[in-house]
């Protein structure tokens, strides 16, 4: 098993890109989810997911959108970057049971200028 | 959505035990109790769980007050590899979220 997969792990962007963030996870997971971190802090929940089809809201989703298609993906888009979207993006999934541990991947480093 | 409380930032010596602290005096009956870590520059990976009896792993023990609204994560020797980001958070059926607070940063000395 991979585990949880992020890509790539390292990008700049100018102001008013977009781009996306690529999650796979291999475990068959239902639930995913995305997360920000800036310098210094904890996580910040973006956006979850809890099957394909399925997507909702966290604490922070401004600027963020995404799609799940498929149980192993779960990718972020970033539509028109802004440099208060620096940050770490890290992704996570687990199980509905909340019994099970949860993963996480590697992260994305980002940085908008 | 039952909330966590952690100390800022704590400090050990190494090879010596450290008891992490969490408070979550609203703590519902099926909330299991989670803690994770998050070395420099990593992802965060999980540490242990619980729901009300203690629990021990290769990694950590963790301590569940009987009244369930608080816990303690029990590193036995500490190492400078055990310095990170510790984060308790809550998980029960019926929340799909999983929100993290600021955590403990655990610094080691040798």
């Known amino acids: 098993n991979a585990g949880v997969t992020q890509t790539p792990k390292f990008r700049i962007l100018k102001i008013g890109q977009s781009m996306t963030l690529q999650c796979a996870q291999d475990m068959n997971h239902n639930y995913m989810y995305w997360y920000r971190q800036d310098p210094g802090m904890g996580l910040k929940l973006i956006y979850y997911s809890v099957g394909a089809g399925i997507t909702d809201k966290g604490e922070v989703p401004n600027g963020y959108n995404v799609s799940r298609s498929t149980t192993e993906d779960f990718p972020l888009r970033l539509e028109l970057a802004a440099p208060s979207q620096t940050s770490v993006y890290f992704c996570a999934s687990t199980l509905p049971d909340p019994n099970t541990e949860a993963f996480f991947g590697q992260g994305t480093r980002l940085t908008v200028v | 959505d039952a909330k966590t409380t952690q100390p800022n930032s704590m400090e050990s010596n190494e090879e010596e035990p450290v008891h992490l602290p969490c408070n979550h005096s609203t703590i519902s009956g099926t909330d299991y109790i989670h803690w994770y870590r998050q070395l420099p520059s990593q992802g965060p990976e999980y540490v242990i769980h619980?729901?009300?009896s203690n629990v021990n792993n290769r990694m950590a023990s963790l301590a569940i007050a009987e009244d369930r609204k608080s816990s303690t994560l029990i590193l036995h020797r500490a190492t400078l590899r055990d310095a990170a980001v510790y984060y308790c958070?809550?998980?029960?059926?019926?929340?799909?979220?999983?929100?993290f607070g600021a955590g403990t940063r655990l610094t080691v000395k040798p």
């Open positions: 619980g729901l009300t």
């Open positions: 958070i809550l998980r029960r059926d019926s929340n799909n979220d999983m929100r």
